[in-house]
């Protein structure tokens, strides 16, 4: 075996990050000429162009929803179908409520079922218009149906187009309450966490093996892989779909989430969108769901599997129970091909050194992460062009690895030791993986089984490439949606990603070989970090997230306005408009601390109200209390909250009992309590909850869309790079009470 020179190693990692980028992007967008039975992404924004209309935000309950609701009608009546609509009442467990119109139609089939449901929201934030969130998923249904009338299916197909998402998975509730829940045999959801990237196929219900057989195999460009789900898990976001997983129904999701900035904020148009995503959104679901219209979806079989996409191309797949036995043989084959040159089959110790390489790539990486932060770099979790930082800490991360590296290659004298023992470490590794988390250890598996397999049947000038390049396929796509997906904080595992590929390799040891490389690296870690400095700052594009909030509190002579930019810096702008102060604690109910606040004018209108229907003393001194709330001045969205919440219990709303927890991010279950209302009755919505003898302290609030006009000056103090987010600006009125 011969030696890689570093430059053609350097060079190699170069074309294979280039292939990944190319290959996990989203396709070419289709034309309206495009074929009748395929998605087009221009028929798409058609659609989405009469569907937004003025690009309003569409909170539940509001005129811009209602009026969205009704082109969606219009739509769904084009495409020949018959549109139903499902009104009810729905809560979430931390204690989101709201008057909720689910839209649904169906696609007959030639079987009874039962039947796909294809699923997007309605409803947006208050910020922005959600044109990719959700209204892509919404114009993807639409067009998707179109395409599936065009032939014959076996099973029927239900368009959902829920309503209350953003609020709680409120939709969703209301949906799988209904009888037409139990006629779904498999669901696939469509979310956006961006305006950009690929769309991938992030999450699937546990028992996924058939899932990933007939459905997940047949995406015409595959971005998926069961170690998404794996790090989705621990991540604090929910879609639809982790309600229909709760009501044990097999699902799908898709998401798109490049230019994450933009993500709930004005920035999420339609002209934002990127008409890639969209397509790659509407040929996956299409795909997926043609998929399982010809399945037999009674009763589906048991099982998981460890699954990846191989370079947007195809999907592997094996079980999970597998998973050991896989990475056994992987490290067999590798032990085999060593034997097969003269080496031993149990590997000795120094065989199964770690792998300081990566190490090394780690925590350089890390050092320039922290450096970066240090120098301003990101200011906010989302940043505009993270490719930028991704360029300086790889190549810090392989500067670092280069001396180790090569060190390394000295010690083991040949190229040969140097193969086995960074194969044998691989294969080792993806052992413990397949015992400890079997759906992330296709990553070194995967590319071990290849470096045995080359090594045994191929020369030796060719055997070294093939796993380097298995192991580049699987890993740098992933690592390079770390960043837009988890922020700068993945930049770090970005860094081992490239280290360890070099790792993989048996490089050329001699001394001095290293050093014009690193060179290189070096000028390129310092021009990427000048530019991450200047190019990853907010913009007007893809802005800081800064909402302000107008509060005041009954009884009290001043307003405020409470603001809290992403950033935590206050602009000289805003700073120089009114006298901001570091305010912690003044909302009662906010989950973050330490906003800033400035007076404001005192408001007229009326304060929201509480009333105490009914207190009933329980045999064991607590009390059962019945409350009315209201809205004097009709604002959408009312709230009760109770700051020590422990002891609190059985709360119903309108006369519903909250569902229990069951959320992954684990809302409030005890203290405090926040019981939001949103598109509630003008005479006002009927708490009941069990409280403890001793009286609390609570407050009643009530919320509009906007500012008022004595702080609309303020609110446009904020530079362009600055843009409310989530609810938007709103106007807080509360009362402080004792119940
Ligand atoms: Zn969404």
Redesign the pocket.
């Known amino acids: 075996m011969r030696a890689v020179r570093l430059p053609a190693a350097l060079l190699a990692l170069l074309a294979l990050a280039a292939l990944s980028a190319w290959r996990s992007a989203p396709p070419t967008p289709r034309g309206a000429d495009a074929p009748e039975t395929e998605f087009s992404a221009a028929r798409a924004v058609e659609v989405l162009e009469r569907l937004l209309a003025d690009e309003a935000p569409r909170t539940p309950g509001s005129a811009a929803h209602a009026a969205f609701r009704e082109r969606l009608l219009a739509e769904v009546r084009r495409l020949g179908l018959k549109p139903e609509t499902d009104e009810g009442f729905a809560c979430a467990p931390h204690g989101s409520c709201a008057r909720l119109v689910n839209v649904l139609a169906e696609l007959p089939g030639t079987g009874p079922g039962p039947a796909v449901l294809l699923t997007a929201?309605t409803d947006?934030v208050g910020a922005g218009t959600?044109a990719s969130?959700?209204a892509s998923?919404v114009a993807v249904l639409l067009e998707a149906a179109r395409a599936l009338l065009a032939a014959p299916r076996r099973n029927p197909v239900l368009l959902l187009f829920d309503d209350g998402?953003?609020d709680g998975l409120l939709g969703a509730e209301l949906f799988v309450r209904s009888s037409r829940a139990r006629t779904i045999g498999a669901v696939v959801n469509l979310?956006?966490?961006g305006t950009s990237g690929p769309s991938l196929l992030f999450e699937t219900s546990a028992e996924n093996a058939w899932l990933v057989r007939r459905a997940v195999s047949r995406l015409p460009r595959p971005v998926t892989s069961s170690l998404f789900a794996f790090v989705y898990d621990r991540l604090p976001n929910d879609?639809d779909l982790t309600v229909y997983k709760r009501e044990g129904l097999a699902g799908l999701n898709l998401a798109f989430l490049g230019s994450a900035a933009r993500y709930h904020t004005r920035e999420d148009s339609l002209a934002n969108l990127s008409r890639a995503s969209l397509q790659h959104h509407g040929e996956n679901a299409l795909a997926l769901v043609r998929a399982l219209a010809e399945t037999d979806l009674r009763e589906p079989p048991t099982g998981r599997a460890v699954f990846f996409s191989v370079a947007g191309a195809f999907v592997v797949a094996w079980p999970r129970e597998a998973a050991p036995a896989v990475a056994l043989l992987a490290l067999l084959l590798v032990r085999l091909a060593c034997v097969r040159r003269g080496g031993r089959l149990l590997p000795s110790v120094r065989a199964v050194s770690p792998l300081l390489g990566p190490l090394a790539a780690a925590l350089a990486g890390a050092l320039a992460w922290q450096l970066l932060r240090a120098l301003g770099a990101f200011p906010v979790i989302f940043v505009p062009r993270p490719w930028t930082s991704v360029v300086a800490v790889v190549a810090v991360g392989l500067l670092a690895a280069l001396p180790v590296l090569a060190a390394e290659a000295r010690a083991a004298g040949a190229a040969v030791a140097s193969w086995e023992k960074a194969w044998t470490s691989t294969a080792l590794l993806g052992l413990v993986l397949s015992l400890a988390w079997p759906e992330t250890s296709y990553l070194l598996v995967a590319p071990a089984l290849v470096a045995g397999a080359a090594r045994l049947a191929l020369p030796e000038r060719i055997s070294p490439w093939l796993p380097f390049a298995a192991l580049g396929v699987l890993l740098l796509p992933l690592a390079l949606l770390l960043p837009e997906t988890l922020g700068p904080a993945a930049l770090p595992i970005v860094a081992v990603a490239f280290g360890s590929l070099l790792a993989a390799l048996p490089l050329d040891g001699t001394r001095g070989a290293w050093r014009r490389p690193a060179g290189v690296l070096a000028a390129l870690f310092v021009v990427a970090s000048a530019a991450t400095l200047v190019l990853s700052r907010p913009t007007p594009d893809e802005p800081e997230h800064g909402s302000m909030l107008a509060v005041q509190e009954a009884g009290t002579p001043d307003a405020r306005l409470v603001y809290s930019p992403a950033s935590g810096r206050l602009h000289s702008a805003v700073a120089a408009s009114a006298r901001f102060e570091r305010a912690p604690g003044l909302l009662p109910w906010a989950r973050k601390a330490s906003p800033f606040a400035a007076p404001l004018a005192p408001t007229s209108a009326p304060f929201p109200e509480l009333e105490v229907l009914d207190s009933a003393p329980l045999p064991d001194g607590r009390r059962r209390l019945r409350l009315r709330l209201a809205s004097p001045r009709g604002a959408p969205r009312l709230g009760l909250v109770v700051p020590d919440a422990t002891a609190v219990e059985e709360i119903r709303v309108e006369g519903r009992l909250l569902p229990p927890p069951y959320l992954r991010s684990r809302p409030a279950t005890g203290r405090p309590l926040r019981l939001f209302v949103r598109a509630a009755p003008p005479e006002g919505f009927v708490v009941e909850l069990t409280l403890p003898a001793a009286p609390r302290e609570a407050f009643v609030l009530d919320e509009t869309p906007g500012l008022p006009p004595s702080a609309v000056a303020l609110g446009r103090s904020r530079p362009a790079t600055v843009a409310p987010a989530n609810g938007g600006d709103v106007t807080i009125l509360y009362r402080k009470l004792s119940l």
């Open positions: 929201h947006s959600g969130d959700d998923g998402e953003e979310e956006a966490r879609t």
